[in-house]
């Protein structure tokens, strides 16, 4: 059936034959006879002044190629209304804070235009925009349904705007094989819209981006004609999560999904649409530590690096200055180091005695990689990535459909950073924010295989509204403050839905590990915030494909009344979700229940009894806490625990977790971080059904090592690996672990560190 | 609100406030030359106290209507609502001298003794009657969408039998969803046929002819048993003979039990999902007479709380003007 609608369809118009196809002057260069491939795919049609080419909302599968004429194009739904600059009466400010309305945010709005399907993007004040000849539009809507050609059931993509010929226009309607297959490859018509992108749609873009908020005519102008535009097939990663950034994207046209890879799974950030942004990370400076080992214990040393000059030496002195007081074979001042583009440049210096030596060669002067080390007098100096400042990816992103991309690469940014350190500051800040958000995302997701808790729909979630029904009175005063929340009176929260024991999970947003909700908002009006509160903004135009998208029913399309005052109000549709009360300190259904029974959960470690299926026996005593190097004799200590543990049975994962003995992460991906063990084993290599897996690690095997938990003994057993497993050293194959011992595993060095005593 | 250990503070400080309180009637009395007198600097305290808790009390209604409110949590001011609310009985039974007076006087403590008692039933109320609810209705839903869903399972009840017996020849008026026997029908773009449009034709289909082949004389038997008892208690109000025929979870099994001893063995899938929407009504009614008993009480507490207040502040200029 889909087939039948993309490939063939009675487009109406008038079809052209190729030979008039070939001769209309923007197609100059494609052939006559590839036209003739396509029989009836494309038709031409004339519209009077004022006539409806396309509606907003409405499923489409064809794109629309502007001959002659002018065409109008706007979104009909209402948007914010401009707030009144009047400051609040005294009166009023305290009526409101009874109320607990929450404060009016000043600033600037987080989006300035709304992402629609057509070269241009439409101001948020007034929605409206005026395409002339030569212009493509709904070529989204087109690709879209070409790439749902083989599915049974397909989900259009719907119009994001309105089109409205402004005088007499003459349209090509087109079927997206045409699009896709002719169009698309004729570098002529491609380039010309590429230009009609970049003169139209993409400064409006880089201004949408917060960071580049600021910036002069001129930079602009600089980034616009380095932009580089690429194209992305369904499927396609675009970056890895840690990969080195070098360039930083703005989306075009498309989807593109972001996720991040944790121990317990893959979670899905967000859906990126059109005007959205990714990659700022690129653009930061590189930035470096080097730290240095003596040979003796305890001769450490370690200082941040950038592109000053730094000096180290025996008694090296200053603010950037490196001292390895230690090391009699260095000079005072022997060597200075500083960050060249991704590397460091190392050079002895005049007062340096001694030769620096790098891979088993005396240098003078050299570039060290991020991991290499060096050797001067008697310390190894290692060149190490700033973790905080780091330029590499936080995240996957991979294309959902047929994406286009500009791409800006940190180097055409680099030589503009000088000239604008605030452009500087606020993309370090960004960096900031995005690892501050990641550590807080890796305590919230839970450790233990995501993928099995993804079999109960409950864990799909990470925060679920429950109401207990021994307690509910069935009051719906729940229901009535999510209606009184909300300006528009529609409650988020309906008082229905699955049961599980004694709770009523109700229909609310579960705030998803994997929002399919954000995969196909024609203007990009659902997003996730830093919170993952799902919000969806004003400028939604109701065609409910998040509602049928969303497999709970967690979202409606509810008829709202707009207008401005000035016209008469007439009910649009809108798409509602909850967004947890994001402007409060609370859900304020749960703030509501006067009989305290709703509540607002993380579902794993609230079903956490009923997800457990197995059971540990912990001793009560204290793990006697001892160095690595200094241990009480094995068989001594093996006889003490028996007579004075008690056991417990632990059946709830929720306090089993915190038990079991964790890794903290000493060099490696993510070092600061801990991972915590698992019962009865955990395994680590570069497989994926290694526990924790570490794909990139060369040193790694694919099941490189695990850890058992015997007898309530925890024992590291090396799986035959290539590189061997390092205790506190020394290789070894099977060892019971001790707090405090340091355990390598390919690249990845972790501390054993004893867990909480029950 | 389920009164247990978290309410312990408020029981704690109230029964502080009432000790002190009744240490302070004591006194007062015993010392009074005509005995305690509303009208005396004590009684008059005890009244101020008393009005001013009471007017407190009033304002849950209004803390509820803006639930964002920084003025604690509702649960809190419910918690308040009883505890002070019963302190309140005792500020006033001392402003009373424990007399119940005259005229305006003794119809204020008649109201106070009803709204008291009325609110301590409702609080009995909703200990146990949610949890009735839940053991008793699993099946149930949102209280007012109630004779919507009633409706709905009529519906789909003679969408159910037709497939056996053709057309009942009832109508319903203009159906609220659309019904086609189970099916999903999506937009068809060669055939430019909406899934209204479909699913109205299989209606028809339906209507026309038996779907199930069941002998004409097990037809007619379905079709009377369902016109006669089952249909009429899928009714907004069924008849007293309905309610009693369906009165427990045990007479629907037994009633559908008999039909399938009867019907063929072609029919049991439709007498199979009879039962089960015939068993989601009964739930239903029982949910509706407990929503009932667990909110009906407020409709005699919260008018003459209003009242109350009222005709106190009418006491009150009444007293210490003349």
Redesign the interface.
């Known amino acids: ?1 889909a087939k ?2 993309i490939l063939a ?1 009675d487009l109406g118009g008038t079809p052209l034959a190729p030979d008039e196809l070939a001769a209309i002057p923007d197609f100059a260069g494609i052939k006559k006879e590839i036209w003739g491939k396509f029989p009836g795919a494309i038709a031409r049609k004339t519209f009077r002044p004022g006539e409806i080419i396309l509606r907003e909302g409405e499923s489409g599968t064809t794109a629309f190629y502007l001959l002659s004429g002018s065409v109008e194009i706007f979104v009909n739904n209402p948007v914010a209304r401009v707030e009144s600059r009047r400051r609040p009466h005294r009166l009023t400010k305290i009526t409101n ?6 404060e009016r945010q000043q600033g600037r709005p987080a989006r300035t235009h709304i992402p629609i399907d057509a070269a241009v993007d439409l101001p948020l004040d007034n929605p409206i925009a005026t395409l002339e000849a030569g212009e493509l539009f709904g070529e989204m809507a087109a690709l879209a349904a070409l790439k749902q050609e083989k599915l049974k ?1 397909p989900k259009f993509y719907p119009r994001s705007a309105t089109v409205r010929a402004k005088g007499e226009a003459v349209v090509l309607e087109m079927l997206p094989n045409i699009l896709n297959n002719v169009l698309y490859n004729a570098a002529a018509f491609k380039e010309k819209l590429n230009q009609g992108y970049r003169r139209r749609a993409l400064e409006t873009h880089l201004r949408s981006v917060p960071a580049f908020a600021g910036l002069s005519r001129e930079f602009l102008e600089h980034l616009r004609e380095r932009a580089e535009l690429v194209d992305f097939q369904p499927g396609q990663t675009i970056c890895r999560q840690g990969e080195v950034a070098d360039c930083f994207y703005l989306i075009r046209m498309g989807f593109v999904k972001v996720s991040q890879e944790f121990p317990g799974g893959e979670m899905v950030l967000a859906y990126l649409s059109r005007s959205s942004y990714f990659g700022e990370m690129g653009l930061l400076p590189s930035a470096f530590r080097v730290r240095a080992r003596g040979t003796a214990a305890g001769q450490i040393a370690e200082c941040a690096l950038s592109r000053e000059q730094l000096i180290c030496g025996r008694s090296a002195e200053g603010e950037r200055a490196l001292a390895i007081p230690w090391d009699e074979y260095l000079s005072r001042e022997h060597f200075e180091m500083r960050a060249e583009g991704r590397q460091v440049r190392v050079r002895r210096l005049p007062s340096g005695r001694n030769p620096i030596s790098f891979r088993q060669q005396p240098l003078d002067s050299f570039l060290v990689s991020p991991g290499e080390s060096f050797l001067a007098g008697g310390t190894t100096f290692e060149v190490l990535e700033d973790p905080f400042q780091a330029g590499r990816r936080t995240a996957t992103c991979s294309a959902v459909d047929y994406v286009q991309l500009v791409r800006i690469k940190a180097e055409d940014f680099a030589g503009m950073l000088d000239r604008f350190p605030e452009v500087n500051a606020a993309i370090t800040e960004v960096a900031r924010a995005r690892r501050q958000m990641d550590n807080q995302l890796l305590s919230r997701v839970q450790t233990l295989s995501v993928n099995d808790f993804l079999k109960q729909e409950l864990m799909q979630g990470q925060n679920l509204l429950l109401l207990d ?9 729940c229901s ?2 999510c209606a ?2 909300h300006q528009d009176g529609v409650t988020r929260l ?3 839905g699955l ?1 599980f024991d ?1 709770y009523l999970v109700a229909t609310s947003c579960r705030a998803c590990m994997d929002p399919l909700c954000m995969m196909r908002c024609p203007v990009g009006s659902i997003r996730r915030k830093e919170s993952l509160d799902i919000v969806i903004e004003d400028w939604c135009i109701g065609c409910g494909n998040c509602a049928a998208d969303c497999p709970y029913g967690n979202i409606n399309i509810v008829n709202l009344l707009g207008g401005d005052g000035r016209q008469k109000a007439e009910p649009r549709p809108k798409a509602v979700v909850c967004d947890l ?1 994001v402007e ?2 609370e859900p ?2 749960v ?7 709703a509540i607002r959960v993380e579902p794993t470690k609230y079903f956490a009894q009923e997800l457990a299926g197995f059971q540990l026996a912990v001793p009560a005593a204290k793990p006697a806490a001892g160095s690595s190097v200094d241990r009480p004799a094995a068989a001594e200590e093996q006889k003490a625990p028996e007579k004075a543990a008690e056991t417990r049975i632990i059946s709830n994962i929720a306090d089993l977790l915190p038990l079991l003995p964790r890794l903290k992460v000493r060099s490696g991906p993510r070092p600061g971080s801990v991972l915590q063990l698992r019962y009865p084993s955990t395994s680590f290599g570069r497989a994926p059904e290694a526990d924790y897996r570490f794909a990139d690690d060369e040193k790694m095997s694919r099941l490189h090592c695990q850890i058992v938990c015997e007898n309530n003994r925890f024992v590291l057993r090396d799986l035959n690996s290539t590189n061997g497993t390092l205790v506190n050293g020394n290789q070894v194959s099977e060892m019971d672990l001790r707090p405090g011992d340091v355990v390598v595993i390919g690249q990845l060095e972790v501390e054993f560190v004893a867990g909480q005593t029950p | ?2 009164v247990d250990r ?1 309410h312990s503070r408020w029981m704690l400080g109230c029964a502080a406030l009432g000790l002190g309180s009744t240490a302070a009637y004591v006194f007062y009395a015993l010392r009074a030359p005509n005995g305690p007198s509303g009208g005396s600097p004590a009684g008059l305290a005890f009244a101020f106290a008393g009005a001013g808790l009471i007017g407190f009390e009033c304002l849950l209604s209004l803390r ?8 604690g ?3 809190t ?2 918690r308040a609502h009883i505890w002070l609310g019963l302190l309140s009985l005792l500020l006033i039974l001392f402003h009373a001298g424990f007399r119940w007076g005259q005229g305006l006087a003794l119809l204020l403590m008649w109201l106070f003794a009803v709204i008291t008692a009325s609110g301590v039933f409702g609080l009995v109320l ?1 200990r146990y ?3 009735r ?2 053991e008793l209705a ?1 099946r149930e ?3 007012d969408q109630i004779p919507q869903v009633i409706r709905l399972l009529r519906m789909e009840a003679d969408e159910r039998v037709e497939f056996v017996t053709a057309d009942l020849g009832v109508d319903d008026g203009e159906p609220a969803a659309l019904y086609a026997g189970g099916k999903k029908f ?1 937009f ?3 055939q430019r046929k909406s899934a209204a449009e479909k699913v109205e034709a299989e209606r028809q289909k339906r209507k026309a002819s038996p779907q199930i082949a069941v002998d004409e004389e097990a037809g007619r038997a379905l079709k009377a048993h369902y016109l006669q008892e089952i249909r009429p208690f899928l009714a907004l109000r069924p008849s007293g003979f309905a309610r009693r025929l369906f009165h427990n979870p045990g007479a629907v099994s037994a009633y559908f039990q008999y039909l399938r001893t009867i019907m063929p063995v072609a029919s049991h899938d439709v007498l199979r999902d009879l039962e089960a929407i015939c068993e989601e009504r009964r739930q239903l009614a029982v949910q509706a007479r407990l ?1 009932r008993w ?2 009906g009480w407020l409709y005699v507490h919260v008018p003459l709380s209003m009242a109350f207040l009222v005709l106190t502040a009418v006491h009150a200029v009444l007293s210490l003007r003349y």
């Open positions: 059936m039948d609608v369809a804070y009874i109320k607990g309305l929450p059931r029904l021994g307690k509910c009175t069935r009051c719906d005063e009535k403050a009184a929340t309906i008082r229905e049961r004694k009360c409060y300190p304020n259904c703030r509501a229940c006067a009989h305290g029974a | 609100m389920i978290s509820k209507k803006y639930p964002a409110s920084p003025l949590r509702v649960q001011w419910l909703q009657l949610p949890r609810i839940t699993p839903t949102l209280y999506y068809d773009a060669a929503h667990l909110h």
